[in-house]
């Protein structure tokens, strides 16, 4: 079976630092990779997406970036972190298919102070 | 552009009584909408409740139903009768049908059930 599997579980780090979020999918290969970012009242949505290993197509600009160093490994990261970045990360996955169902991971709650 | 709205919650509802959760869309630049309900339990991950890609067909699982209206553009999550297990975050989603895995959320409808 799959799994996927997200860190931290929480973050509260300071406005100006550097931030690394991680997630690792196991028992599937070469799957869809995606971030999801919920700003506190705020909605779900995409800001990265990778099909293959070493490519991320961004999908909204928040000074964010990603990079998916290995199949089964997707980072979202940043040098300086900014206040409007707190809220609820989600990693998820899909097979490599139109209209294929998300898998998520249990999500990173960040809080920049 | 593209949105999705549903229910403003949160929604409190007794053991045993029916519920509806509203969904409506806007798909302006997605040519053949995909519509999805997920949901996160308490301390779970978000995960699929049901999905249907076709309009005027019905998707089912663990007692809901959705029924995606293209008159309409609506795609209410329904059941009939609600257990203290479904106490939970609902959203509702729009994907288009392409290989992105981009899906347009609404803001979530929390969902408790009174024993």
């Known amino acids: 079976a799959q799994t996927i599997h997200q860190w931290p579980v929480a973050e509260i780090k300071a406005v100006g630092s550097p931030l690394s979020l991680g997630c690792t999918i196991k028992?599937?290969?070469?799957?869809?990779l995606y971030w999801y970012w919920q700003a506190t009242g705020g909605t779900l949505q995409q800001l990265f997406y990778?099909?293959?290993?070493?490519?991320v197509e961004s999908v909204v600009q928040l000074n964010l970036s990603a990079s998916r160093p290995k199949d089964d490994q997707f980072i979202l990261s940043t040098e300086k972190l900014l206040l409007s970045h707190s809220g609820f990360y989600l990693c998820?996955?899909?097979?490599?298919?139109?209209?294929?169902?998300?898998?998520f991971g249990h999500g990173t709650k960040l809080s920049v102070l | 552009g593209d949105s999705v709205t549903q229910t403003e919650g949160p929604v409190t509802v007794s053991e045993s009584e029916s519920l509806i959760i509203n969904c409506t869309y806007s798909?302006?630049?997605?040519?053949?909408?995909?519509l999805f309900w997920y949901v996160r339990y308490p301390g779970e991950g978000l995960q699929l409740l049901l999905k249907?890609?076709?309009?005027?067909q019905k998707g089912s699982s663990r007692g809901f139903e959705a029924t995606y209206n293209k008159e309409t553009t609506s795609f209410h999550l329904q059941k009939a009768s609600v257990q203290e297990s479904d106490s939970a975050v609902y959203y509702c989603?729009?994907?288009?049908?392409?290989?992105?895995?981009?899906?347009?959320f609404g803001q979530g409808t929390k969902l408790s059930i009174k024993p």
């Open positions: 998820a996955w899909s097979r490599r298919q139109p209209n294929e169902r998300l898998f």
């Open positions: 990778s099909i293959t290993v070493g490519q």
């Open positions: 028992g599937k290969s070469s799957p869809n």
């Open positions: 249907v890609i076709t309009a005027g």
């Open positions: 798909a302006t630049s997605i040519a053949y909408p995909n």
């Open positions: 989603a729009l994907g288009g049908n392409y290989n992105q895995g981009k899906l347009i």
